[in-house]
Structures are given as C-alpha cells and as structure tokens.
C-alpha cells in the first residue's frame, strides 16, 4: 500500500464557508487523488469510523451483527453534529464531514466504476482494527453492509468490492440531516448523487430511493432554474437531471432537460444526412445519417484540466468488415453541390449557419459535457420505443461524432465506446466488433478497479485483458475519470459484465455466459439463462440452493436434493430468488413467501401474484386488483403496474378507477399509446360527465371551425371529446396502428352535429384509407360516417366570407372551397383518397354523385350514377339471375330506378359544366333517353326467365315506358 501523505489538505476548514455563502453552487469540491487519504485520515475521519477505544460496546454490536456498520457510522455522525469533540467550530466539522462523505464517495466510484486502482486498502483505512483482524469478521461485517442496502425488498450485488466506502459516504451524505441544516447546495446535491448510485446498485428501480432523489431534485432545481446561476452550471444540472429521468424510464423528461441543457450552453447540433459512402463497394454516394456538432467558443470549462487534447481512452477496435468502411467517407462540398442534393435535417429544419459550413468528416473538437450531452441523447433514444422515435441504428452517429472528433477526457471516450458497442450489438456486419469492444472494455474495468485487499468479499484473481493494458502515460487519473462522471449515464463493473454475459446468451454464446455469471456469483441471472434455454431444472437447482437446506448432505456435488428448510438467515436478495422459482414451478405460494420475507415490501412480488391470478381460469380479477394495488402502495411510479391494474378495473368495469389508474399512466409516461388509447375507453364508459384528468391536456387537432357551443361547460358531449383527446394523443404516438384511428373515427362521429369534430373525422378516415387501403379496398371507408360529411357539406355548410369559381353556367349559385375548410378537407378526401378505391360499392358511388351535383358538375354526377348502377348489377347479378335470390333481383331493379329517374332523367337535358363562353350549349348526355332505354332493356332480357310478371318486372316496364321515344 502506498504511503499516506501526512500533510492533510490546509483548505477543509474554509471550502465549507465559502461553499456556504454561495447557495446557488452546483459543482461539489473535486479532490484529487492524492487528498483523498489525507482527508481519510482525519483525527474527525477516525472518530466517525470508530476507531476510538471509546466505541468498543458499539462495535461489538457490529462485531455481534445486531447493527450494521452503516448504521454504526451514522449514529457517530448524528453524535458528533450534536457534540463538540474538539475545538472546531460546527462549521468546520461540517467542512470536514463534507469533505470526508466525498472522498469516501469517489473513491467508491473509482474502485467500482472508473479505476484506476485504489493506492490504498479502504478497509484498513476505515474500518476499526477490532473488526478487520478476523478475516471471518470482516467478511461479515461487510455482508452486513450489503444487506443493509436492501430496499423495498430489492438487494444489492452480493460482492459489492469495497463497499464500507459507500457505507461512508451513505452514512455521512445521506443518513443524516447535519450536513442539511443551512448548508450549502452542494450537500443536498451530494445526497441526491449518493442515493442515485444506491439506487443504481440495486437490481429494480425503488419507490423509496425515488422518492428520495426526486425530492431533493425538486428542491436543488427551484434553486439553481430560478437563479441567477451560470448557463454552464444549469446546463450540467438539466443534463444530470436528464440522466435520473433516463434511468427512471421517464424519456420525455429527459430529452426535454437534454434539449435545454444545450440551450443554456449554446451547443449547437443536429441529426442530418449528408453524400457519402458506408460501403467499401459502394459506387454511388447516397445520403448517410450524421451528426453535425460545435460546441460554443466559450464552451471550455474551467474545470477541465484537460483541455482540448488528443481523444484519450480505452482502445478503440477497428471494426476489420470485408464490407463495411471504418467510418464514413462523405462527399466534398463542393461534389455535393454539383450533385445538386439538399441536405435532409430532422424535423424538415436547416441547419443553423454555424453548423452548416461544418465539414462532417473534419469536425471540432467538443466540450466534454457537450459530448456527454449526445450520449445522454443517445441513451435517453435508445430507451424509447422505436416506433416513438429515433431506433437503435440512428442512434450510432451520436456516438460516432464523440468518438471521432469528440471529447478527450477518458471516461467520456470510455462511454462513446460502450455506447456505440450496444448499439452495433443489433445489426449483423457489426455484432462482432460490438462483443469484442465490450469484452475488451470489461476487461479494463476489471484491470482498473482491482482492489489490494486480500479479504475483499469476492475471490481474488489475477485481472487478465483482452488487449495489453495501457501504459501508465496512456491512462488517466482519478481526477480526470471522475471529473464528469455524474453527466454520464455509467455502469459499475459487475453491471458490465452482466451485461457483456446477456450479449453473449444473445449470440448463442451460453457457456460462456454462465461463466461469468457463476464467476460473479448472480445466480438468479445465471438460473434464468439455464431457463430460457429449457432447462428449467437446473435452473430450479441453482435458485433452491441458495434458499434451501440440502436434504442428503454429503452426496457429491450435482447430487444433492435442495428440499429441506430455508437457510437462516435467507440471502438479501431472497425475495427475487422466490419470484424466479415461483415463475419456474407456477406457484403462487412462493410469490406469497417473497411478499412476506420483504416484509411486504417487494412489489415484484405482488405484481407477478397478480399476473398469476389473471392466468387462472376464470381470472380472479378481484384478486390481481387488490395485488396491483399492494405493489403501487410500495412503489407509486411503476408505470406497467398502473396500466395493468386499469386493464383489470375494465374488465371489472370499474369505470371511474379505471380512468384514474390510466390516468396515473399517462402522467408517467406521456409516450404510451396504450395508456391513452385505454384512458379513453375508460371515459367513454364512465356515467355522467365530470371535470376532464389534467393529465390529458388541449386537443390535437384544429378547432377553428369547430361551434363553441361545442366547449361550454354544459356541453352533453364533454366525455366524448375528452375521450377523443385522449384517442388523438395515442394516434399521434402510434401514427400507423389502425386500431386506434378506427376508435378515432368511431368517437368523433358519434357526436352529432353542431357538435360534431369534422377534422378529426376527416382525419381518421384518411389515415384508414392510407393504412389499409391497399389491404383492404374500399372496405375500409365508412359508409355512414362518409354520407354524415357529404350531409354536413351539401346541407349544413356554411359558406360566409368565401370567394370561388366553380360554376355551372351565369345564374348558377358561385362557391369556391378554401382547402384549409372543412368543405375542402371533405372534398379532398373523396376526391384522392375516397373515389381511387371504390370498386365493387354503389353506395360510395352514389355519395359522389350528390357532392358532384352540389359542386355543379352534371357530368361527373352522371358518371358517377352510371358507375353506381354498373357495381350494382355486378354484385347481385349472380344472386338474381342464376340462383332466383328476390332480394338481389329487387337491389337491380332498384339501382336501375336510380340511374333512369335521378341520374339520365335528371342531369342527361343539363348543359355541361365550364361552357360560360361558348356559342351553343352542350348537353350532358344528348342521347340520355336511348341509354335509359338500354339500360332497361338490358335488365329486362337478363330477368326475364326468373322475374317475368314479378312486382319488380312491372316496375321496369313503367319506367320503361317512362323513357319511351317522345
């Protein structure tokens, strides 16, 4: 172990003042590594950790496992904050507790996230001799920490390297409110960053800790937002805020802070397409995803000591495809120009003038934290659905443009890597370079966290590379590591290897694996890989292992039966281990048994007894009911519990909790259709109107032409059209699910007229017709919803402050359809979208002929009438003329009624449209009489040996005397 510096660092007792009179200050004192032992070994340090003889009766209530040693160091923190050991001031003791709960902080992340190696052993720093000198008891000293992290039944890994520096620093920062009182903004903070890290330790998200983080990031935003803080330092706190929504699940939240995050720094970027080729075999440019970025001049912080250097990082892989480039070779300018292609920007925008002369092959070099801005875009995208927005491939230029031409400081480039290495772990030609680099990044991780201690909880081995380790002049410090650590969205090592191990069972790589996860000791991970490849028994054996007693000790290993008693105690992470096994076995019981070892804290428990309830035949609704329930008291902001316990009360139809659990749903998370398309359904069955959930804000579509009547408060349709908004939001997020526009049209068309929303009906019909227009014809036009618009623009339209030009001849009536208008919405979806698809249904034909004849086109009417009859015949002429069907006989004769008496008889003697200027007018059909007659005799020789002396063959031979030659 190296030699601790004696001189301890002379500015403790004056960094808290000063922190103290600036109360919107964001940034916590960074300390360098060589303070971090000084400020360990303070005579204050000591006393909190216990090493006086004075504490002998309260550590053997460690020693004895009655406490926890965290618990140990909180009650000697809340003691000395209400003490004077000394002859410091209680400033100066917050000071140096401050400094303390960081350097134990850092430290923790550096020998479990960032490296490189501690210098020193943590546990003879800190933990008393009386502790430490039995191996055996500072094992379970430490087991003891660990199980104390548990929280809402949710453990932490078993063999959490070091962790009493976390006990530290959650003891000092987190467990007690000393630091709180009147303390600068950096204490809060501090707290908030120490339970974010406990919460990312865990293997679930917790209501607890989020409640927790929430709070204090309520409270440091009202300061720091309503302020008169720095642009640099609000962008830092949205971005870490960002951060926190991302792992919360909360996506639109966090691209809103990302997006403000670079407002306040004046950062400048855009995802856009510029010429180039991806392909060593590519002979033509074609447009290729890229982003194009430039920090601000003044974008270099002060903090960062490293500046604008050389990228400085993990090695990056070379990706060595027969196909693919190493990057992308982009056209010249000036090639481009010739080609005369325009740049395509997300969001149809231009490019701002500072981006668009950037060269995206040559780019400058980005701020740090405007580089961890694009990963923390790229993971809050990764984290959303696809169909909401960006995929999993258009992420890679984020990470590409940190990469290549990005930020120098190590850790940054360190996540650019891993970032790009998830997102090419998708796609075929770069899965192997995604493994490699992932591998090769765990493997440095491992060689930079490795710990000196000889008693660490896990087994030592000697850490090995998939590269040679860098040389000393080729890393980084722990200063550099952790400068901007809290803006990046990292793992600890034991996370990284999981994961690289799940990326491995994704390629079929299971043996591998296994390894790891046996190696790490994750056996709940390692039991659900043996169970998703169906060997569920070993899976079952593994999970009884660590929560049974064998039942024939002393067999060979392999042999052994674990069907005794539970094991006292159970392990921490026991309430999982139950879940697993009551997935495997079907049984309810164990789920109840997890309930119950958590001390009815594990909402998992409940949300998976009520999943089991659902699969019972009958479903025991009442049941799951009450099991969501109990999980949401324990965790108020697990959106999937809301949305199935809503899905329960339908079932149950339980109208108005049904809508407050979507409700809670869709304040969760904006983005999900489902929640919204449900909401709605929910509203639509409740009894009477009521005051409209804030969750579902302002209608989607325009109401410019819509009655006001429409939105007064004794509107009889007010849950109708709070249903329709909640419809239009979930359309809006599911742009192509036709199941929801169908509700869509449905709702709105229910709301009769002057009430209707006639843009939001024309809206729906048209994206049916686009959706399923070529799947399903015209059957995807809704005939009654369609004659209600042809109603409303032939009848009900009124048509002020319109100028137009469609006439039928100087007396006829003049009207010119704006095409923002409802008539003119109306008319451009029959005309485009309605008559392409009209094939076999005369009624559609017949709805034409009335908006022809209202636009003063005889001859399109006309058309239209002949069309209608000709689709008639053709789908009853089988049913009438070959099998005797009457009905389809009497939908003949009626259909040529129609095209004689309102079609030839009524527009036939008219002037075509559009003759204004000429000299004699022309007719529409001259020769109408003749193609009545025709019509009907036609008609007559087909029905004749069916139908002759019929009613329908009398009414014929009427109307064919009707149009008899005059």
């Known amino acids: 172990m ?57 550590l053997a209530r460690v020693s004895s496992g009655e406490i926890s040693y965290t618990t140990f160091l909180a009650n000697k923190t809340k003691s000395i904050s209400h003490t004077q ?66 929280v809402d039944g949710e453990a932490a890994y078993r063999l959490t390297p070091n962790v009493e520096l976390f006990a530290v620093a959650k003891a000092i920062l987190a467990d007690t409110d000393f630091l709180l009182t009147n303390g600068p903004l950096v204490a809060r903070t501090a707290r908030m960053r120490v339970n974010f890290l406990h919460q990312k330790m865990l293997a679930e998200i917790t209501g607890t800790l989020q409640d927790a983080i929430y709070s204090d990031m309520e409270q440091i ?63 033509r440019d074609i447009s290729q995803l890229v982003i194009i970025a430039k920090s601000a001049d003044d974008a270099t912080d002060t903090n960062n000591s490293t500046g604008y250097l050389e990228p400085s990082g993990p090695k990056n892989l070379d990706l060595n495809d027969d196909t693919l480039l190493e990057s992308i070779s982009f056209t010249k300018d000036e090639e481009q120009q010739s080609q005369g292609n325009q740049v395509t920007i997300q969001d149809g925008s231009t490019l701002p003038p500072a981006l668009a002369s950037l060269d995206p092959g040559n780019q400058p070099k980005l701020s740090p934290v405007d580089s961890a801005i694009l990963l923390a875009l790229a993971a809050a995208i990764t984290n959303t659905t696809p169909e909401n927005g960006l995929t999993r491939e258009e992420t890679h230029p984020y990470a590409t443009r940190v990469l290549e031409g990005g930020s120098s400081n190590w850790q ?3 996540q650019g890597l891993l970032a790009r ?12 370079r995604s493994v490699l680099q992932m591998q090769a990044l765990v493997d440095q991780v491992i060689a930079d966290t490795a710990t000196l201690d000889s008693e660490a909880t896990s087994t030592v081995e000697e850490p090995t590379t998939f590269l040679p380790r860098p040389e000393k002049s080729e890393s980084a410090s722990a200063a550099e590591r952790l400068e901007y650590i809290w803006l990046l969205s990292f793992s600890t090592r034991w996370d990284l290897e999981a994961e690289l191990a799940s990326r491995w069972v994704n390629l079929g790589g299971l043996r591998t694996a296994l390894d790891i996860y046996e190696r790490l000791q994750m056996w709940a991970e390692a039991a659900l890989c043996y169970a998703a490849t169906d060997r569920e028994e070993k899976a079952k054996s593994m999970v009884r292992r660590q929560l049974y007693e064998p039942m024939n000790r002393g067999l060979v290993d392999g042999d052994e039966k674990f069907e005794g008693p539970e094991l006292s105690p159970l392990p921490a992470d026991a309430p999982r281990l139950f879940c697993i096994l009551g997935d495997i076995d ?42 969501y329930r109990k999980s949401l008291e324990i965790n108020r902001l697990n959106h999937g519990a809301w949305f199935s316990l809503g899905c329960v009360q339908l079932e149950l139809q339980r109208w108005d909790d049904a809508k407050a659990s979507f409700t809670r749903a869709v304040q969760l998370e904006n983005n999900d259709a489902e929640s919204w398309s449900n909401l709605a359904a929910a509203i639509l069955q409740t009894p009477q109107p009521d005051e409209f959930t804030p969750a579902v804000v302002g209608r989607l579509p325009d109401e410019e032409d819509e009655p006001e009547t429409g939105k007064t408060s004794e509107d009889p349709y007010k849950h109708k059209r709070e249903a329709l908004a909640a419809l239009s939001r979930a359309a809006q997020l599911k742009n192509t699910n036709s199941r929801i526009w169908d509700n869509v049209l449905t709702v709105a068309a229910s709301i009769p007229p002057p009430f209707t ?60 359809i704006r095409i923002g208008t409802i008539a003119g919405q109306i008319l ?55 099998m005797g069907d009457e009905k389809k006989w009497m939908e003949i004769v009626s259909a040529t009624e129609k095209l004689v008496r309102n079609g030839y008889s009524k527009y036939g003697p008219m002037d075509k449209e559009g003759q204004e200027d000429a000299g004699e007018a022309e007719l529409v059909a001259k020769d109408w009489r003749f193609k009545a007659r025709s019509a009907v005799r036609g008609i007559l020789g087909k029905g004749k040996e069916f139908w002759e002396d019929s009613e329908g063959w009398a009414q014929l031979k009427e109307l064919q005397s009707e149009v008899g030659s005059t």
Request: proline content about 6%; overall charge negative.
């Open 2 to 58: 190296a030699e601790a510096p004696t001189a301890y660092p002379a500015s403790l007792d004056t960094l808290y003042d000063e922190a103290s009179s600036l109360k919107q200050l964001y940034e916590p004192i960074q300390l360098a590594d060589a303070e971090i032992v000084p400020i360990l070994q303070l005579p204050l340090a000591k006393t909190v950790f216990g090493h006086d003889s004075a504490d002998e009766s309260s």
């Open 586 to 627: 079907s049984d309810p019981t164990l789920y109840e048994r997890a309930w119950e070892v958590s001390n009815n804290r594990y909402a998992r428990a409940q949300r998976s007894l009520a999943r089991h309830y659902l699969t019972v035949k009958p479903p025991a609704l009442e049941k799951a009911e009450e099991a």
């Open 421 to 432: 290495s998830r997102i090419e772990g998708y796609r075929a030609r770069t899965v192997e």
């Open 221 to 283: 935003s009202s300061v720091l937002l309503n302020g008169n803080t720095a642009g640099s330092e609000k962008g830092k706190f949205l971005l870490e805020r960002a951060l926190i929504h991302t792992h919360h699940g909360f996506d639109s939240k966090a691209r809103a802070d990302i997006d403000e995050a670079a407002l306040e720094r004046n950062f400048k970027f855009a995802l856009t397409g510029r010429l180039g080729k991806r392909t060593k075999f590519q002979e």
């Open 757 to 816: 929303p006639f843009r939001d009906v024309i809206t729906a019909q048209k994206k049916l017709i686009e959706l399923l227009g070529d799947k399903k014809g015209e059957k995807c036009i809704d005939l009654p919803i369609l004659g209600m618009l042809v109603d409303y623009l032939t009848t009900a339209y009124e048509y002020e402050e319109l100028v137009i030009e469609v006439d039928n001849g100087p007396e006829s009536p003049q009207k010119v």
């Open 85 to 150: 050991p000394d002859d410091s001031t209680p400033e100066q003791r917050s000071s140096q507790l401050l400094h303390i709960g960081l350097a134990a902080l850092f430290s923790f992340l550096q020998s479990n996230v960032t490296g490189p190696p501690l210098s020193f052993s943590p546990a003879e720093l800190i933990i008393p001799s009386t502790l430490r000198t039995d191996p055996t008891c500072l094992r379970a000293v430490r087991s003891h920490i660990i199980r104390d992290l548990s």
């Open 412 to 414: 940054i480039y360190t």
């Open 828 to 882: 451009s979806l029959l005309d485009n979208l309605v008559v392409p698809h009209i094939t076999h249904s005369a009624s559609l034909w017949l709805l034409v002929a009335r908006v022809e004849q209202w636009r003063g086109r005889p001859t399109k009417a006309l058309e239209a009438h002949e069309k209608a009859w000709r689709a008639a015949v053709a789908s009853s002429t089988q049913g009438a003329f070959q």
